[in-house]
Nanobody, 126 residues
Framework: QVQLVESGGGLVQAGGSLRLSCAASALSFRGLVLGWFRQAPGKEREFVAAISRSGNTRFVADTVKGRFTISGDNTKNSLYLQMNALQVEDTAVYYC???????????????????WGQGTQVTVSS
């Protein structure tokens, strides 16, 4: 069982930055594919970024490429999402997710992830 707790959300003006954190209760991040997803009101949950089990490969959705960066710290069992140049369209609840069964390096399907945090709200004002 893996418990995930996100933090770092808030209200920011367009063009600003936020850093989301996700703390995991697992003994180790190793062996887990880790990801960030977001869900805006009335929309489906969508992939934002993921990091492979080794931590060596990172994937970012085209909609946030060049603005968002995913990283992890195995010594702290923590996952991060650095968000720069935020846009109003980035407003959503952001979730971190983890799974040990994904066969590849990552997945952009929310249904492939077994463990989820409670989410943290990010609101970008114009």
């Amino acid at each position: 069982q893996v418990q995930l707790v996100e933090s770092g959300g808030g209200l920011v003006q367009a063009g600003g930055s936020l850093r989301l954190s996700c703390a995991a209760s697992a003994l180790s991040f190793r062996g887990l594919v880790l990801g960030w997803f977001r869900q805006a009101p009335g929309k489906e949950r969508e992939f934002v970024a993921a990091i492979s089990r080794s931590g060596n490969t990172r994937f970012v959705a085209d909609t946030v490429k060049g603005r968002f960066t995913i990283s992890g710290d195995n010594t702290k069992n923590s996952l991060y999402l650095q968000m720069n140049a935020l846009q109003v369209e980035d407003t959503a609840v952001y979730y971190c997710a983890a799974d040990g069964r994904i066969p590849g390096s990552y997945s952009y399907h929310p249904s492939d992830y077994e463990y989820w945090g409670q989410g943290t709200q990010v609101t970008v004002s114009s």
